[in-house]
């Protein structure tokens, strides 16, 4: 583009860009699930001006059709809940944006969602899970900004923590609400240490006691974790629900994964940020580095396979990854426990790749009881391989 056709370009986007409005959750709509009610969250943010603006939610289901509207200023998020009775089989959620009755730059404002819902219990409710029951009892005061689909997860692969003595890290503190749900789940032995960039989070401190406390700092900072680590104890647990933004995801993964305790599990939280110029909210890319996480997420599956990483952080504790899940928009990352692991075979790896090449027919003839009996399968399978 010629300078003179690229400054008339930026200087039409100038005027034009008071009327555009960006929605920051990509994918917009959050369910908290309830026995009796869809409790969502839709948040967004305008560049508008008028004093009347609203959010209006559209309700649709096979049998109804409804909308409301709530007031809105240029930022936030706006709650609310719909009685299941009035939901049933497939429904769709459409928020606008509106100033009066006009809809604003309609494409861009408006956000859908299609859900699944049965008069009857719903899925995510139907089997016992105390994260349920926590959010059936606590339909106000501080509330925690969790998908749906969050609970059973965490109920899957945190259960085994409860009543124990152990130690979580959750970045992202806000108001609180998630810090008071771990408190119920995981019981009285539970430490918790919660990290938020923001002054205010945690109720300015009111959260905190003997076994609570609330750091501020940015998850990108490796020498606030450096401190932190320093003064706490290791980590059982870690749930990453803070920027969601990739650069600072793998920043806190980096420099946290090593100071995680054996048996310990790494979970983050919101993975759809990583994919925003793929969706339809290109517009959102004020995420520099937004895909640095879930690329990264992708080369420590091989990194678990071979035990080998050019990560320098990672090199003495990468070998100790012991499973990674992947589920939509969040994965868990799994460590050995003590005593567990592949750690001689990992060893024994690096001899094989520059070894075996050369050495194969002469290590054909190796007893099997010389080796350990992992080590002995993956060098069948290496022979299969390479003289096969
Ligand atoms: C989604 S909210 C956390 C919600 C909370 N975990 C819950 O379930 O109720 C995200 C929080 O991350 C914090 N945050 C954003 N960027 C951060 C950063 N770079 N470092 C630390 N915290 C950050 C925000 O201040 C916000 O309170």
Same mark, same amino acid.
């Given at each position: 583009?010629?300078?003179?056709?690229?400054?008339?370009?930026?200087?039409?986007?100038?005027?034009?860009?008071?009327?555009?409005?960006?929605?920051?959750?990509?994918?917009?709509?959050?369910?908290?699930?309830?026995?009796?009610?869809?409790?969502?969250?839709?948040?967004?943010?305008?560049?508008?001006?008028e004093s009347d603006l609203a959010?209006?939610?559209?309700?649709?289901?096979?049998?109804?059709?409804?909308?409301?509207?709530?007031k809105?200023?240029?930022?936030?998020?706006?709650?609310?809940?719909?009685?299941?009775?009035?939901?049933?089989? +497939?429904?769709?959620?459409?928020?606008?944006?509106q100033s009066g009755?006009?809809?604003?730059?309609?494409?861009?404002?408006?956000?859908?969602?299609?859900?699944?819902?049965?008069?009857?219990?719903?899925?995510?409710?139907?089997?016992?899970?105390?994260?349920?029951?926590?959010?059936?009892?606590?339909?106000?005061?501080?509330?925690?900004?969790?998908?749906?689909?969050?609970?059973?997860?965490?109920?899957?692969?945190?259960?085994?923590?409860?009543?124990?003595?152990?130690?979580?890290?959750?970045?992202?503190?806000?108001?609180?609400?998630?810090?008071?749900?771990?408190?119920?789940?995981?019981?009285?032995?539970?430490?918790?240490?919660?990290?938020?960039?923001?002054?205010?989070?945690?109720?300015?401190?009111?959260?905190?006691?003997?076994?609570?406390?609330?750091?501020?700092?940015?998850?990108?900072?490796?020498?606030?974790?450096?401190?932190?680590?320093?003064?706490?104890?290791?980590?059982?647990?870690?749930?990453?629900?803070?920027?969601?933004?990739?650069?600072?995801?793998?920043?806190?993964?980096?420099?946290?994964?090593?100071?995680?305790?054996?048996?310990?599990?790494?979970?983050?939280?919101?993975?759809?940020?990583?994919?925003?110029?793929?969706?339809?909210?290109?517009?959102?890319?004020?995420?520099?580095?937004?895909?640095?996480?879930?690329?990264?997420?992708?080369?420590?599956?091989?990194?678990?396979?071979?035990?080998?990483?050019?990560?320098?952080?990672? +090199?003495?504790?990468?070998?100790?990854?012991?499973?990674?899940?992947?589920?939509?928009?969040?994965?868990?990352?799994?460590?050995?426990?003590?005593?567990?692991?592949?750690?001689?075979?990992?060893?024994?790896?690096?001899?094989? +790749?520059?070894?075996?090449?050369?050495?194969?027919?002469?290590?054909?003839?190796?007893?099997?009881?010389?080796?350990?009996?992992?080590?002995?399968?993956?060098?069948?399978?290496?022979?299969?391989?390479?003289?096969?």
């Open positions: 583009m010629s300078s003179w056709r690229f400054i008339f370009v930026q200087f039409w986007r100038l005027l034009l860009c008071d009327k555009s409005i960006h929605w920051v959750e990509p994918t917009d709509f959050k369910e908290v699930p309830s026995r009796s009610h869809l409790k969502c969250e839709v948040m967004a943010f305008s560049n508008h001006s959010i209006c939610i559209q309700v649709e289901s096979f049998a109804r059709k409804f909308s409301f509207c709530e809105f200023r240029r930022s936030g998020h706006v709650f609310f809940e719909l009685p299941l009775e009035l939901l049933d089989g +497939q429904i769709r959620l459409t928020a606008a944006l009755d006009l809809v604003l730059a309609s494409d861009q404002v408006r956000v859908q969602k299609w859900l699944h819902l049965s008069r009857e219990i719903p899925a995510w409710a139907d089997e016992f899970n105390p994260l349920v029951d926590w959010w059936d009892s606590h339909r106000e005061g501080l509330l925690t900004m969790k998908h749906a689909h969050y609970f059973d997860l965490y109920h899957r692969h945190l259960q085994h923590f409860r009543g124990k003595k152990s130690h979580l890290l959750e970045i992202g503190v806000a108001s609180g609400g998630s810090l008071q749900m771990w408190k119920a789940y995981f019981g009285p032995r539970l430490r918790i240490t919660g990290v938020d960039c923001c002054p205010f989070s945690g109720m300015r401190g009111e959260l905190e006691d003997h076994r609570t406390s609330i750091w501020i700092g940015n998850q990108e900072d490796p020498q606030f974790w450096a401190e932190l680590i320093q003064s706490v104890p290791p980590f059982d647990i870690i749930i990453d629900d803070g920027s969601h933004v990739g650069r600072m995801q793998l920043e806190a993964f980096e420099s946290l994964w090593p100071h995680l305790a054996p048996g310990g599990v790494y979970i983050v939280e919101d993975l759809m940020f990583g994919y925003l110029d793929m969706g339809l909210h290109k517009d959102a890319l004020f995420f520099k580095g937004h895909t640095l996480w879930v690329e990264r997420l992708k080369g420590l599956m091989d990194e678990m396979q071979t035990g080998l990483t050019a990560d320098s952080r990672l +090199q003495d504790s990468v070998a100790a990854i012991r499973g990674i899940h992947i589920y939509r928009h969040f994965c868990i990352i799994e460590k050995y426990d003590l005593g567990q692991g592949l750690s001689g075979l990992v060893h024994d790896w690096a001899a094989f +790749q520059v070894g075996a090449g050369a050495a194969a027919p002469a290590l054909a003839g190796v007893q099997a009881d010389s080796l350990n009996p992992s080590a002995t399968t993956l060098l069948r399978c290496f022979f299969w391989t390479s003289l096969g």
